[in-house]
């Protein structure tokens, strides 16, 4: 593949499933990638080949300080981790001998775990000097020593890491940050290997059953751990979510009903940066625990806060759902000759379960039709006035798996509409040749010009439809509506939005 002679942005070329399709600009790709991955194997593409492809597009990309904006953007605002790594990891060596780039790298550092990955993604690269590798950029150093000025001793001793290839102390010694007032007795305790956590949930339910084998004893020391996590409040949100069995189980009323309150709280959610599939994950795992119905209800509560930033549009609105095999993303498996569904791999994890929760919260907003596509066409009918998960799962027994066919799909729409907003990983190929005649064609036919929106959940990038004749985001976070209320504005809205990133 070439690295610095690309097509440009709307030429026709063949995307990862071997179909017609359009490129992107490298700017626009590289967002979508970062804003919808976790490093681990897609349907289309492994974890090294979309690694691999990210190092091409950083070499590609002629402004340096957009890549820098795109990790610090994909960090703080959509709580993408790895891709951020990468990134923090690779701009010393994309850049030399500038004053911004310590200060990106700072700004990538959201918690204190950010610190000791970027590190060993930096030596998984260049390898340990002292063993033969690269010596560690001062840039790198140094962006890295400032971050340590937003950690007290709790986060610190929480993330240390011990037992890891690189660990906190490894990077204080390496890096040597400034103490602060904040975190000055905590780093010497880490240096002199004397820093431990005592208050984070898993020191205090470990420690439960520590010194003693009698059950009713550890229960006893598990309830009123997870009564001093949640009545303190000191237990992390995305934590809680993760422990609502454990509570419910392990905990009395008083605690659950404690822990619900934090759930639905609007500051907790909007802070955590929680994926809004998390929910999703969670909602499953608890209802086949079977849980008390109020705590699906929170959960659903919860889900409805996060997301209650979906715009609502005037006029008639259609939301399309990618139903084909690809949109099971890496739980999706051959047996017999076809593809089935598989779960094992964290149910709400793949596309089609971040397109479904998505395309349910726009739907309920808006009372939009919905038309879900493979092979075929069809409409179906979802209650607007159910909750999320009531509408997902009124989805669920639709997915069939089948092909990508783009231009069915448009064949299907009977009636003029205001917006479509496709959600998808745009990677039609039955019949090869991409849908634009169809879609002029439906523009004719109903006398219409609806708006396009595409919603990249892959980030495999290529699209069906040129890059100019629609409005184009990717990303797995609800910011994604935020960015879609920007496009009657600029029609460029996601890439410009990563521009106005400040670095310092």
């Known amino acids: 593949m070439a690295k610095f002679n690309r097509r440009t942005p709307g030429t026709r070329t063949v995307n990862l499933a071997g179909g017609e399709a359009f490129s992107v600009s490298p700017e626009l790709e590289f967002a979508a990638l970062c804003l919808t991955t976790f490093l681990k194997d897609q349907f289309y593409r492994s974890a090294a080949d979309t690694h691999r492809q990210m190092l091409r597009l950083m070499e590609t990309i002629r402004d340096k300080k957009f890549i820098a904006q795109t990790g610090i953007f994909a960090r703080n605002e959509f709580g993408m981790r790895s891709v951020t790594h990468v990134i923090a990891g690779e701009l010393p060596n994309l850049v030399k001998d500038q004053n911004w780039v310590k200060h990106a790298i700072n700004k990538t550092v959201r918690r204190a775990d950010d610190i000791t990955e970027i590190m060993a993604y930096w030596f998984h690269r260049n390898g340990k000097h002292k063993g033969g590798g690269v010596p560690v950029p001062n840039s790198l150093k140094r962006g890295l020593a400032m971050s340590f000025d937003k950690f007290d001793g709790y986060q610190l001793a929480k993330y240390r890491a011990a037992g890891k ?20 007795d905590a780093l010497k305790a880490l240096v002199t290997d004397d820093l431990r956590s005592s208050t984070t949930w898993e020191s205090k339910i470990s ?59 609007p500051k907790r959610i909007k802070s955590s940066l929680v994926l809004p599939f998390r929910y999703l994950t969670a909602y499953y795992t608890l209802m086949e625990a079977g849980v ?126 205001d917006r479509i907003v496709i959600l998808s990983d745009e990677q039609g190929w039955v019949g090869y040749r991409a ?10 036919k109903y006398n219409c010009n609806p708006a396009v929106y595409s919603l990249d959940l892959q980030g495999y990038g290529t699209l069906m439809f040129p890059e100019r004749s629609v409005y184009t985001l990717a990303g797995w976070s609800d910011k994604v509506f935020d960015i879609m209320k920007m496009f009657g504005e600029d029609p460029n ?11 310092y």
């Open 435 to 444: 849908p634009t005649k169809e879609l002029a064609e439906y523009k004719r």
């Open 165 to 184: 290839e690189v660990s906190l102390i490894d990077v204080v010694n390496l890096v040597r940050p400034r103490p602060t007032e904040k975190n000055a």
């Open 292 to 417: 008390p119905a109020k705590v699906l209800g929170a959960v659903s509560d919860a889900v409805s806060i996060a997301l209650n930033n979906v715009p609502e549009f005037d006029g008639d609105t259609l939301v399309i759902l990618d139903r084909s095999g690809s949109m099971g993303g890496g739980n999706q498996r051959l047996k017999g000759g076809s593809y089935y569904w598989g779960r094992d791999k964290g149910i709400g994890s793949d596309p089609w379960d971040i397109g479904a929760m998505f395309a349910a919260a726009l739907a309920r907003t808006n009372e939009a039709d919905v038309l879900l596509f493979s092979s075929q066409g069809k409409y179906v009918t979802i209650n607007p006035r159910s909750d999320i998960f009531g509408v997902i799962e009124s989805l669920e027994k639709y997915r069939d798996g089948q092909g990508t066919d783009f231009k069915r799909m448009i064949e299907t729409i009977n009636k003029p509409y």
């Open 207 to 265: 420690a439960a059953g520590q010194g003693t084998k009698d059950e009713t004893v550890v229960a006893k020391r598990k309830a009123d751990a997870w009564e001093q996590l949640v009545l303190s409040g000191k237990i992390g949100y995305f934590a809680l979510l993760r422990n609502l069995r454990n509570i419910v189980e392990q905990a009395d009323r008083k605690v659950l009903d404690a822990a619900l309150e934090l759930l639905v709280d």
């Open 493 to 503: 809205a996601l890439v410009n939005t990563i521009k106005r990133v400040k670095l």
